[in-house]
């Protein structure tokens, strides 16, 4: 007997088989237990979702001379006869070789003589999309006024072709894509029936590549079964058969990345193609990770969106903590690109090299995000005393010691708290200093006594038991931060938190933060304090060695003697 492939073997006869569709199947058995059988249906969806699949569980159950609990016996002489195709019941065209006025025309000569065994005739339409207009115009009158023995299950993967007017007289039930959990419980129950030795983490990639599709993850799975048969199917296999790359490979070229070190990352591409990797499947994985990456830093709540392997999810976390969200959505953008242009290519190595270059060198494009990556760069460079062509370079005096008591540097924000890097929004919150909450998100009573020098040193000292009372994610993110205040100025109220790592950037001009700390503080102290956000490696870009030693200092630094201020009356 000649082999069977997995999908075709494993296709489910039952309702209680079908997988990931319960609130199509749920909807379908009470139909046909209730007696209250439709004239018309459309499956919507995407491939391998189960559309014909349930159409012919549909089409037995209908006919059966036994149903149980609304599924078809499949013992009784109708779900023998419809099951191996033998039935003049059911009748199955593909509409994508039957698309003409012509085919619909026979149906419509054919649907006049009921059927000569069972309930009814069944037309199962594939593919239906593909119909003429002529086609879909002879199919209308059908399917409006039809014999009461007669039902049409209409399937698709593009609903939106389809005329308003044979939507309108159809049950559209919608297919979804069926969950990854899903697809490997189902993989894991096949091997055990089919006794192969699988890994669980092969298993689960298999279901990741099959992108909600039950018969596109049987397909690769059947794939990777014949080429190690008879031998244990492990994570590294699948890989290997499928072309695919393992996440650490992205990570290490990310991290070669963001350190631009163009010439090891296109040395890690070169060993990806002497070891058969296929670069365009590679593209897509590259932006699906850094698409996690992106949802890691979005939000607090997106681990169980994610679906990885506690051990991935920390790497993922590590790399988050790397790279601001504008970095991140350029890189997206860059690839995202590629994806759409490699699959037609002839170079696809090259045209992958000009990415990563892309990627290292933001001078080699002119959006916005490449011309703020520019900046940053040239900043950081500044900052560590590398020489920059067109630019002075600042005194060598201007280097002073790291002392940092968490006092705040009033000469980079001025005595009146305008901040010269206000204007690129960092540090500040929602809406600007004057912020005012609006009417569903009310702004919380603080003491009208703003807090002095003194009260700030306070905050810093007790900072532990602050943090405490904040909200989980919120409070991991403020136990790594530094904070810092205006030493100099007594009506400076400003409480600067100063976060270590990229992973906060979220915070950043989060105004309900910004509230729920303020209001702990006044808490505390009874004192009213202005809470502003930034970034570590911002601070560092605009501020250099000089952020924490006070303004009398700097000067003793220059000039070498006491200073004293004399008293202008």
């Known amino acids: 007997m000649s082999y069977t492939a997995l999908y075709r073997k494993f296709r489910p006869d039952t309702f209680e088989d079908v997988k990931g569709q319960d609130h199509i199947v749920k909807t379908l058995r009470n139909q046909i237990k209730a007696d209250r059988i439709g004239h018309a249906y459309l499956f919507c969806g995407t491939r391998g979702t189960g559309k014909t699949t349930v159409a012919k569980i549909l089409a037995r159950a209908v006919n059966c001379e036994h149903p149980v609990d609304g599924n078809p016996c499949n013992e009784c002489a109708s779900c023998r006869a419809i099951a191996s195709g033998a039935s003049m019941n059911v009748i199955e065209i593909d509409a994508a070789s039957n698309n003409g006025v012509d085919n619909i025309r026979e149906i419509r000569e054919e649907v006049a003589y009921p059927p000569t065994e069972g309930r009814y005739k069944v037309y199962i339409i594939d593919e239906v999309h593909m119909l003429s207009i002529g086609a879909f115009n002879a199919l209308l009158k059908t399917l409006e006024e039809p014999p009461s023995y007669v039902i049409f299950i209409l399937a698709t993967t593009e609903a939106h072709k389809i005329p308003v007017t044979i939507l309108s007289r159809c049950q559209r039930y919608d297919f979804r894509r069926i969950s ?44 990777c079964i014949a080429f190690y048969l008879g031998e244990k199917l492990t994570y590294d296999r699948v890989l290997e058969v499928l072309g695919a790359v393992d996440t650490d490979v992205f990570s290490e070229l990310l991290r070669l990345v963001l350190a631009e070190q163009i010439t090891d990352a296109i040395a890690l591409l070169d060993r990806l193609i002497l070891d058969g990797r296929d670069l365009t499947q590679f593209v897509n994985d590259f ?65 992958l090299e000009m990415a990563l270059i892309k990627l290292c060198k933001p001078e080699a494009e002119k959006d916005e995000l490449s011309l703020i990556e520019r900046i940053r760069k040239l900043e950081r460079m500044i900052e560590q005393g590398i020489a920059v062509p067109g630019r002075m370079q600042a005194p060598s005096g201007a280097s002073a010691s790291s002392a940092d008591d968490g006092r705040w540097d009033p000469a980079m924000y001025g005595a009146n708290g305008d901040s010269r890097y206000a204007a690129s929004g960092v540090g500040v919150p929602a809406g600007g200093a ?41 409070r991991l993110a403020l136990a790594s931060a530094e904070v810092k205040y205006n030493a100099q100025e007594e009506n400076d109220n400003r409480l600067f938190v100063v976060f270590a790592d990229f992973l906060a950037e979220r915070y950043i001009n989060n105004a309900d933060r910004k509230r729920e700390l303020e209001s702990i503080i006044a808490d505390k102290t009874g004192k009213q304090v202005e809470v502003r956000f930034m970034l570590a490696a911002d601070e560092g870009a605009h501020r250099g060695k000089l952020a924490s030693i006070d303004i009398d200092e700097r000067i003793r630094e220059f000039i070498h003697a006491d200073i004293e201020i004399e008293d202008e009356n």
């Open 180 to 223: 990854q959990e899903t697809i490997l419980k189902r993989l894991e129950d096949l091997m055990e029936k089919e006794q192969v030795d699988a890994e669980e983490k092969a298993l689960r990639y298999v279901a990741k590549k099959g992108d909600g599709s039950m018969r596109d993850s049987l397909s690769l799975l059947d794939q």
């Open 287 to 351: 932006t699906w990770y850094l698409r996690n990456l992106m949802l890691l830093k979005a939000s607090d709540d997106m681990e169980d969106i994610l679906d990885i392997s506690t051990e991935n999810l920390a790497q993922l976390r590590e790399e988050a903590a790397m790279i601001r969200n504008d970095t991140l959505m350029r890189f997206i953008r860059i690839f995202s690109e590629l994806a759409n242009s490699i699959r037609y290519s002839v170079n696809k190595r090259v045209m």
């Open 434 to 474: 004057g912020y005012n909450s609006t009417a569903g998100n009310p702004e919380p009573l603080l003491p009208t006594a703003k807090a002095a020098p003194e009260d700030l040193k306070k905050v810093k000292a007790m900072w532990k038991n602050i943090i405490v009372e904040t909200s989980a994610p919120f």
